[in-house]
């Protein structure tokens, strides 16, 4: 199974971006996806996630800024985020909890796309 992330670069304050993650391979069912962030010197924290069904959770700091979405036909999960912060900067990461055939079940992670906001 391979997660592959898009979509970084970078913005300037107040604009905006769309982060995809697609996840390939040996997939049976994929349960909750989400994207975290690791910022220089600190240590990785979520920022979204949303479950098979749709249900979203967010952290304080991205709501009403963020958006998490998942098209399950493609297997991909989106972060669109708007009105982005400099305190954003940081490398985004997707991972997907994973059931295989066969009933084994893993996290996978994403290789991270790095997202800078700067003026």
């Known amino acids: 199974v391979q997660l592959q992330a898009s979509g970084g670069g970078l913005v300037q304050p107040g604009g905006s971006l769309r982060l995809s993650c697609a996840a390939s391979?040996?997939?049976?069912?994929?349960?909750?996806m989400g994207w975290y962030r690791q910022a220089p010197g600190k240590q990785r924290e979520l920022v979204a996630s949303?479950?098979?069904?749709?249900?979203?959770n967010y952290v304080d700091f991205v709501k009403g800024r963020f958006t998490i979405s998942r098209d399950n036909a493609k297997n991909t999960v989106y972060l669109q985020m708007n009105n982005l912060k400099p305190e954003d900067t940081a490398v985004y990461y997707c991972?997907?909890?994973?059931?295989?055939?066969?009933?084994?079940?893993?996290?996978?992670w994403g290789q991270g796309t790095q997202v800078t906001v700067s003026s």
């Open positions: 991972n997907a909890d994973i059931s295989h055939i066969g009933g084994s079940y893993s996290r996978y």
């Open positions: 949303v479950d098979i069904s749709g249900r979203t």
């Open positions: 391979g040996s997939i049976f069912s994929i349960n909750a």
